[in-house]
Structures are given as structure tokens and as C-alpha cells.
T-cell receptor, first 109, second 117 residues
Framework: QKEVEQDPGPLSVPEGAIVSLNCTYSNSAFQYFMWYRQYSRKGPELLMYTYSSGNKEDGRFTAQVDKSSKYISLFIRDSQPSDSATYLCAPLGGNKLIFGAGTRLAVHP | DVKVTQSSRYLVKRTGEKVFLECVQDMDHENMFWYRQDPGLGLRLIYFSYDVKMKEKGDIPEGYSVSREKKERFSLILESASTNQTSMYLC????????????????FGPGTRLTVL
């Protein structure tokens, strides 16, 4: 079993939709959970992170962690074509990130 | 702004060649990482280094070696390239110290797409 499972998609939605991206993980010791965004032909860049359980909001993006079920979510409200990218969840294990496979998202006008 | 640069965006090599991928960061970061990224598999850690001349194996070190002679530079070496090493290679760096996201956020370079024929 992989430490982090993420559906690779692709996920295609119309502009303005609410998008839900999800991961599950197996190691209950993880405390920090990062989300990276990767545009085509670019390296990943940090989008946001959460600590332990709960929600964190940043503009149109909300990250959520449910430690009891080992479930990580990223919600995008009012999605835009510029949100089209691959989104990678990455729990922090010590000083290393454990990446999911990434979900490719396409937002069409 | 943290900047991580990689020596080539695209590289084509032949089977059996020795290949060097170079990565440089300009933020005095302690930790540096090499990943490969393949469709459906995500980012897999090849090697990382937490100090000059120090290195540790990641999840898939077979067929690779690394060198870190200077703090800002981390090289990935394919001793004898094979077709199954065709991939996107990403370098990253972080401040280090295992203090959580403020020090362990990784900053990535643009990647090198390596094709081995």
C-alpha cells in the first residue's frame, strides 16, 4: 500500500464550478499536510498547508484534514481556467515530503 | 525569492551513456532533493542531501548516484543510462531543520525532461 493515495484524474469541470481534490494517507504520525500546484512544463510550487486536523482557507482555496479517517481535501471555489494544473498532496514526514500521484485538473470556459 | 535552476530543460542521451544533471539553489538551503516524475506515479524521491558531502538514499536510488561538493549545488548522475530512466527529473531545496512547513517547504526547479534512446 502506498503511503499517500491520490486519484490521478483527469478531472474536467466548467468555469465557476466547485472542485474537490482528495488524498488518503496511511501514516497517522503525519502532522503537516501540504498542497502543491504544478502547471504544465513547470516545477511544483507550494499552494498552502494545514496543520493536524481542521480547515485552512486562502482566497478561493480551502484545505481540510480529517486525521481520524486519514483524509486530505482541497476545495477550489469559483474555479477559473487559470486553475488548470496538476495538484499534488504531500504530507510532511520528518524533513521529507511524501507526494501523492497528483490530480490533473482542467477548467474549461 | 528562492531560485532553483537546473542545467537543462530537455536532454536526449543514448543507452549506456553517463549522464549528469545539475541543480543549483541560491538561498543557502541545507537540504536538496532529486525526484523523478512519471505519469500515474507522482514524484518519487531518488536521493537527498542534508549537508555538503552528505547524502541519503530515497525510495528509488538504484541506477543513480549523487554528488554535493558545494552547498548550493547538487548533481544527479546516471552511471549508465537505460531506457527505463526516461523521465522528468525535478530538483528541490529546503531550508531544513525539520521545523515544519516554515523550514521544510521544498522549492522546485523547472525540471529536466530526459529521454534515453
Amino acid at each position: 500500500q502506498k503511503e499517500v493515495e491520490q486519484d490521478p484524474g483527469p478531472l474536467s469541470v466548467p468555469e465557476g464550478a466547485i472542485v474537490s481534490l482528495n488524498c488518503t494517507y496511511s501514516n497517522s504520525a503525519f502532522q503537516y499536510f501540504m498542497w502543491y500546484r504544478q502547471y504544465s512544463r513547470k516545477g511544483p510550487e507550494l499552494l498552502m498547508y494545514t496543520y493536524s486536523s481542521g480547515n485552512k482557507e486562502d482566497g478561493r482555496f480551502t484545505a481540510q484534514v480529517d486525521k481520524s479517517s486519514k483524509y486530505i481535501s482541497l476545495f477550489i471555489r469559483d474555479s477559473q481556467p487559470s486553475d488548470s494544473a496538476t495538484y499534488l498532496c504531500a504530507p510532511l514526514g520528518g524533513n521529507k515530503l511524501i507526494f501523492g500521484a497528483g490530480t490533473r485538473l482542467a477548467v474549461h470556459p | 525569492d528562492v531560485k532553483v535552476t537546473q542545467s537543462s530543460r530537455y536532454l536526449v542521451k543514448r543507452t549506456g551513456e553517463k549522464v549528469f544533471l545539475e541543480c543549483v539553489q541560491d538561498m543557502d538551503h541545507e537540504n536538496m532533493f532529486w525526484y523523478r516524475q512519471d505519469p500515474g506515479l507522482g514524484l518519487r524521491l531518488i536521493y537527498f542531501s542534508y549537508d555538503v558531502k552528505m547524502k541519503e538514499k530515497g525510495d528509488i536510488p538504484e541506477g543513480y548516484s549523487v554528488s554535493r561538493e558545494k552547498k548550493e549545488r547538487f548533481s544527479l548522475i546516471l552511471e549508465s543510462a537505460s531506457t527505463n530512466q526516461t523521465s522528468m527529473y525535478l530538483c528541490a531545496s529546503s531550508l531544513g531543520q525539520a521545523g515544519g512547513p516554515s523550514t521544510d517547504t521544498q522549492y522546485f526547479g523547472p525540471g529536466t525532461r530526459l529521454t534515453v534512446l
